[in-house]
């Protein structure tokens, strides 16, 4: 499945920011979806994560309240909206699958492949 991820721009400390990411050329509604982000000289973290019916989902401690992830299986797309933003929230932000399949939602980035570009979020103070 091949991942793009959009939506992302420059708020104000406060702001909200809606992210999205259109799969294809796979069965959308066998994967798990999750969120990552990567800020300059940080590794990649652990943002989100939804299980492939929208039942389960999984937070950073980070977002947790702040962020939601959902998910339109009809439109092949998984969305990440992000509210109370906070400049600590600055990064790339990239949409990934597992690379196995299965009932159990990963956190960790070596759990994922088909990284699609990501899409930069910029919040200042």
């Given at each position: 499945v091949?991942?793009?991820?959009?939506?992302?721009?420059s708020?104000?400390?406060?702001?909200?920011?809606?992210?999205?990411?259109?799969?294809?050329?796979?069965t959308?509604?066998?994967?798990?979806?999750?969120?990552?982000?990567?800020?300059?000289?940080?590794?990649?973290?652990?943002?989100?994560?939804?299980?492939?019916?929208?039942?389960?989902?999984?937070?950073?401690?980070?977002v947790?309240g702040?962020?939601?992830?959902?998910?339109?299986?009809a439109?092949?797309?998984?969305?990440?909206?992000?509210?109370?933003?906070?400049?600590?929230?600055?990064?790339?932000?990239?949409?990934?699958?597992?690379?196995?399949?299965?009932?159990?939602?990963?956190?960790?980035?070596?759990?994922?492949?088909n990284?699609?570009?990501?899409?930069?979020?910029?919040?200042?103070?």
């Open positions: 091949q991942l793009q991820a959009s939506g992302g721009g708020v104000q400390t406060g702001g909200s920011l809606r992210l999205s990411c259109a799969a294809s050329g796979g959308f509604s066998y994967y798990n979806m999750g969120w990552f982000r990567q800020a300059p000289g940080k590794e990649r973290e652990f943002v989100a994560a939804i299980n492939w019916s929208g039942t389960t989902t999984k937070y950073a401690d980070s947790k702040r962020f939601t992830i959902s998910r339109d299986n439109k092949n797309t998984v969305y990440l909206q992000m509210n109370s933003l906070k400049p600590e929230d600055t990064a790339v932000y990239y949409c990934a699958a597992p690379i196995s399949f299965g009932v159990r939602v990963p956190t960790a980035p070596y759990e994922y492949e990284w699609g570009q990501g899409t930069l979020v910029t919040v200042s103070s």
